[in-house]
Structures are given as structure tokens and as C-alpha cells.
């Protein structure tokens, strides 16, 4: 069996890690297993157990809601924080019903399915959630949603950074437009949806850029390929509105609870036009996979001074202290998971 030493925070894409990781302790210098097992089925199960057929609904049609959540490693406190989890299963759940799929699964199963999973695998390093609910009738040329069978399937893969640069990264308004809600519905994290963020974030790395922010159809700002986006001017912050096509982020509500309460600053939430990108002071994406990312230049023009501002900044190092279970009030958002239960 192959055996891999993980690499931890070097990782900057989602990635599958197949067989046993072998993992260093600090203390001790001894090694322990973690492995890359998968919920699949209603099973757990070694992750290249866990196959779909050719002929599955979803690998055909874009037919599956899914969602990404981070577990964040406490090495001082030897313990996995995973951020705002029932949230995510609730957001999950909601677009399942958008799309008539039912599983048998509550938000408390869903949650107790992921915690288990993560003990399974056992990983002490930040990690990233794929719960995906999908159409898996092995069936093509039905387009009938209600016709159609769905299953729920979990992975848990180690995940460092998401966009890798250090400090403000370098944005382009895409080319792409974000679909209207008339068209698909871009409060649901669909699979099909997501051809238009991957058409733009890879013009945008073509391009030379870090990140693409994609513009609605009527040239309003929607959101970034995979993170919502913030601007800061004259100490007000604004955020593209509900009805502005993006996806309502669950990291989006954390920063705006934590800019009211902690900052005691309002966001106003509205359509944002594209030209007051460029006079903000400071712009910011939020994701789970994004943390909050501060965007330095857009379009080669310098979004304040091109470094990241003082709101970014100390939003920033409050969500990372947060998300880590690092933050007594904020707790209620961090489900604890001990690797040794
Ligand atoms: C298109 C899009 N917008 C926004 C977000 C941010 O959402 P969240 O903060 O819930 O991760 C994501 C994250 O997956 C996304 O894919």
C-alpha cells in the first residue's frame, strides 16, 4: 500500500488523497495513521471504495447541491473546529428541496454522519468538508427531477490555502457574467452552476490574475468565482444584496456579525455598481475555502494603496481566530471535534 507523508498547509487545491497518510507527531516523534475513508452509501467506507457509475444523473446533467466546510486544526488545544456546520447542512438541505431531492437525513444526522467521518479519518491538519447530495439514478435523457432517485456522499480531504498568494491578491472583472436567478437559482450551491465560476477564475489565471470577480447581467457586481465580495469607502462597508445573484456565504454572515459587533461598523447590503470597485478603499472576497482574502488590484488599478487595508486586516485576524475555536462568544459557530473519542 502507498504510503504518503502529508504535506499539510502546502496544499492549494482541493485534493483527493488516496490509501493512508502518515502522519508526524510533534510530541514524541512518533508516526500515526490517518486515512482517507468517505461516507458513501450510507456507509463508511476507504475512499476508492466510494465510485459512482458513468451512467449516475449528476455526472451527466449537473444534477447534485453541494457544500464546502472547513474543519480548522487547534494544534495548542489538540482539537478539530468545524465551522458553522449545521449552517452549511441547513443551506444544503434548503437547495436540495429547490432541486426535488430527497435524502433521508436530518441536519442532525448530516452533522453526526460529518463529525464521525472526520474521527474516521482522522486528520490533524485543516481539512476540508464535501457533503454533495446528487441525482444517482444511473439513468441519461430524463430530464424530470421528480422521476429521479438522489443519494448523499461525504469526503473530508486535507486543505490549506485556498487562493495561494501572501497578502492582497490581484482580481479581474471577468468576462463571464454570474446567470440570473431567472435562469438557475444562485442561492443554491448546484454543481451545474459552478461551470460559470470554473469559465471565469480560469480566464482569470490565464490571465495572470488571482481571482475573477464576475459582474450580473444588468453590469452590477455579483461576487467573486467562489467568495462574495466586500468594498470599504469612507468607513462604510457594502456587500452585494440577496437579490444581486450571489450565493448568501455562510463566511458573508460571520463577517457582517463580526463587523457589527466587533467594529461596530454596519454593512449595507445593496446593489453595487462597477466603477465604485475602483474608488473603494478597500475590497475583500469571504469564503470558507478564502478565509477573508484582501484584494490589493483590480483591473491595474490599486484598490486603495494596493496593500491590505486596516477593516481587511482586522476582520481578517478576527475570523481566523474564530474559526480556530479561538473566540469564546463566537463558539456556538465551532463544533469541536477530538480526534481521540
Ligand atoms: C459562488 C460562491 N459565492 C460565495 C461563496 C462563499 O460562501 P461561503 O462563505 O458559505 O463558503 C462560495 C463558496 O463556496 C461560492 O462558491
Not at 468594498?231 to 437579490?243: A, Y
Amino acid at each position: 500500500m502507498l504510503a504518503i507523508r502529508s504535506g499539510g498547509d502546502i496544499l492549494s487545491c482541493l485534493t483527493a488523497i488516496p490509501f493512508i497518510i502518515m502522519r508526524e507527531e510533534l510530541n514524541g516523534g512518533t508516526f500515526e495513521m490517518a486515512q482517507a475513508m468517505a461516507f458513501f452509501k450510507g456507509n463508511v467506507v476507504p475512499i476508492e471504495q466510494a465510485n459512482v457509475s458513468v451512467m449516475t444523473h449528476a455526472l451527466h446533467y449537473g444534477t447534485a447541491v453541494f457544500e464546502g466546510v472547513r474543519g480548522n486544526w487547534n494544534a495548542d488545544q489538540n482539537e478539530m473546529f468545524v465551522f458553522r456546520l449545521r449552517e452549511h447542512y441547513e443551506r444544503m438541505l434548503r437547495g436540495s428541496k429547490v432541486m426535488l431531492m430527497d435524502i433521508p437525513y436530518s441536519v442532525d444526522d448530516l452533522c453526526d454522519i460529518t463529525t464521525d467521518l472526520i474521527r474516521s479519518c482522522g486528520y490533524a491538519e485543516d481539512i476540508y468538508i464535501r457533503p454533495i447530495i446528487y441525482k444517482s439514478e444511473e439513468l441519461v435523457a430524463n430530464l424530470k427531477l421528480h422521476q429521479l432517485a438522489s443519494d448523499f456522499a461525504l469526503i473530508v480531504v486535507p486543505f490549506g490555502s485556498y487562493i495561494d498568494t501572501e497578502g492582497a491578491i490581484k482580481c479581474c472583472t471577468s468576462s463571464w457574467r454570474r446567470p440570473d436567478d431567472t435562469m438557475m437559482p444562485t442561492g443554491v450551491k448546484l454543481t451545474g452552476l459552478y461551470t460559470t465560476s470554473i469559465l471565469a477564475k480560469t480566464e482569470a489565471d490565464l490571465l495572470g490574475y488571482d481571482e475573477a470577480i464576475l459582474l450580473n447581467h444588468d453590469g452590477t457586481v455579483s461576487e467573486g468565482s467562489g467568495e462574495n465580495l466586500f468594498l470599504c469607502q469612507n468607513g462604510r462597508i457594502s456587500t452585494p444584496s440577496e437579490t444581486s445573484n450571489c450565493l448568501l456565504g455562510i463566511t458573508r454572515d460571520s463577517i457582517i456579525t463580526l463587523a457589527r459587533n466587533e467594529l461596530g461598523m454596519e454593512i449595507v447590503e445593496r446593489h453595487v455598481h462597477r466603477s465604485e470597485l475602483y474608488l473603494a478603499d478597500e475590497i475583500f472576497l469571504t469564503g470558507t475555502a478564502a478565509h477573508v482574502t484582501p484584494v490589493g488590484y483590480l483591473d491595474e488599478r490599486s484598490v486603495g494603496d494596493g496593500d491590505v487595508g486596516p477593516v481587511t486586516r482586522s476582520l481578517s485576524e478576527m475570523y481566523n481566530s474564530v474559526i480556530r475555536g479561538n473566540h469564546s462568544k463566537y463558539m456556538e459557530w465551532c463544533t469541536p471535534v477530538s480526534l481521540g473519542d
